[in-house]
């Protein structure tokens, strides 16, 4: 799943606590990654290991411009769990990974800056 979002744009508008809590953002680790070359935009097939809670869930992600596969396996990224699968062409993507644009609009992921456990709650 990949959401486009303008930087330049105004905050959302406010929400309540219970709102943001509906939303569950996890910490995974990527255990495989490769090229998904059938997909509209440049874009990787991730499988991401949120732990025994929730398992192995997959990701279409469009991070091909900062990333390459052979150096996405073992790096724990973060993603919504809790959204609806999503049909990315022949591909059923599980999981949100996130991520923030760069300058130019290109994906930059999001993760924790230390190793934290798989499964791990935003909050």
Known sequence: MHVTH???AA????????DFLKVDVRVGTIVSAEPYPEARKPAYKLLIDFGAAI????????ITEHYAVEELVGRQVAAVVNFPP???????????????????GKVVL???SERVPDGGRLF
């Open 55 to 62: 398992g192995r869930k997959r990701s279409s992600a469009q």
């Open 110 to 112: 999001v993760a924790p």
């Open 86 to 104: 999503r049909q990315i062409g022949k591909f059923l993507s599980e999981v949100l990974t996130l991520g923030f644009p760069d300058a130019a």
């Open 11 to 18: 905050a959302a508008p406010e929400i309540a606590f219970d």
């Open 6 to 8: 303008d930087p330049a």
